[in-house]
């Protein structure tokens, strides 16, 4: 019989995903599960952008530019001027979602075997992307205790080799929540200059800091990154559209850009009518951020709150994004998820989150930890959150 690839076999299960079949299983006998597992927003699309597709009168869906509509790029760059983001449309490609544009940016500065650093927990995927480049990536850990801190610029500087060629950092941060301060960002941009590295940023979570004394710092905000920065962003948080896939790599530096287009041609162009809702998206109100934002901000109070009320519990309280990692008194959370749906409920209800473990890449770390999202309403999550002290004592009675 024929052989699947190494690669292939490398390719890690989705911690966020993997647990659907016994989600599934739960609610076929009746059980309610609260899926905090995913950061899937239930906050209503900008209607502005459905209505775009609703109204569209294309008679011929047909192929957009690689590098996206010019309307569309100029568009993002007056909202990107707006955030202190210095970018014109020629600093802009478009992508089938924010994954995409982090694929073509690991395409264009590595070769088969080079390095990036990233700070760990960190999104998943990261680890499906890096073995799809085909390179390797060198964690550096980030503590709970610390409420996942950029680590010590100097451990970083120890980690870098011949084979280094980027540091990849997500801000704020999925799965912590944190938002790295001015001073951070300075001290990674003083670095990647004196070694001469890129320095990526998966920005798709802008515009959601909260009780941050200073705004989103972003890496193309006067850190004097030009040559060094790439950007990574998304529409799927910010408007609550992840079913759009459609994001954009953004960089000064004009090679990037040249070598990324060749990746965007090949695979021919984005998606028209979620371009269409995306370009449509830009017009919506700040007054729609600001009641999200409120909202988000009350949701993490009340996870957080709730969350202090269970002994044994430890919860890093996020700065932005709406996600929170939260270490739990069991030894494996794998198996601790896994039994909240296949053989625990209260009344009727039970409880699905993302074991810890996969948001890291060294081995045997955040095995007692889980990533919440709080996309659900403040009712829920109370809820859910009782349904998770309620499994503890039971499982740990067991």
């Excluded at 499906?128 to 964690?139: E, N, Q, R, T, W």
């Excluded at 200059?193 to 890496?219: M, T």
């Excluded at 609550?240 to 990037?256: D, F, V, W, Y």
Aim: aromatic share 10%; charged share 25%; glycine share 6%.
């Amino acid at each position: 019989m024929p052989k699947v690839s190494q690669k292939g076999i490398k390719m890690p299960e989705s911690p966020i995903r993997k647990l659907v079949p016994y989600a599934e299983a739960a609610i076929e006998k009746g059980i309610h599960v609260y899926q905090l597992n995913i950061g899937q927003p239930d906050i209503k699309t900008p209607e502005v952008a459905l209505n775009a597709v609703k109204n569209s009168d294309i008679s011929v869906l047909s192929y957009e530019r690689s590098e996206g509509p010019e309307e569309y790029r100029r568009k993002l760059a007056n909202y990107y001027q707006k955030n202190n983001i210095n970018a014109s449309t020629k600093d802009i490609i478009v992508t089938t979602g924010g994954s995409e544009a982090l694929l073509f940016a690991l395409g264009s500065i590595t070769d088969p075997g080079d390095e990036i650093i990233i700070s760990e927990p960190f999104y998943a995927n990261y680890i499906a992307f890096s073995i799809s480049a085909d390179i390797k990536i060198v964690p550096i850990i980030s503590d709970i205790e610390d409420n996942f801190a950029l680590p010590c610029i100097e451990e970083f500087e120890k980690l870098i080799t011949p084979k280094t060629k980027a540091i990849l950092i997500c801000n704020p941060g999925n799965p912590t929540g944190y938002s790295y301060s001015k001073e951070e960002m300075q001290k990674l941009a003083d670095l990647v200059k004196k070694r001469d590295l890129f320095l990526i940023a998966d920005e798709v979570y802008r515009e959601f800091v909260y009780d941050a004394a200073e705004p989103h710092q972003s890496v193309l905000s006067n850190f004097g990154l030009e040559e060094h920065a790439i950007v990574i962003d998304s529409v799927s948080k910010r408007y609550s559209m992840c079913g759009a896939r459609i994001g954009c790599l953004i960089s000064k530096n004009p090679e990037i850009i040249k070598t990324a287009l060749k990746f965007a041609q090949a695979r021919l162009s984005p998606p028209t009518y979620a371009l269409i809702a995306s370009e449509a998206a830009l017009d919506t109100p700040q007054s729609y951020f600001d009641d999200v934002i409120e909202e988000y901000k009350e949701r993490r109070n009340t996870l957080v709150k709730e969350l202090n009320k269970i002994d044994g519990v430890k919860v890093a309280t996020p700065k932005g994004a709406f996600y929170c990692m939260v270490d739990l008194p069991v030894h494996n959370t794998d198996k601790f998820a896994q039994w909240l749906l296949e053989s625990f409920s209260l009344n009727n209800e039970t409880l699905m989150v993302a074991p810890g473990a996969g948001f890291y890449s060294t081995e045997g770390f955040g095995t007692t930890q889980v990533r919440l999202a709080y996309v659900l309403n403040k009712e829920s999550i109370i809820k859910a959150i009782a349904i998770l002290k309620a499994g503890l004592e039971k499982y740990n009675s067991l």
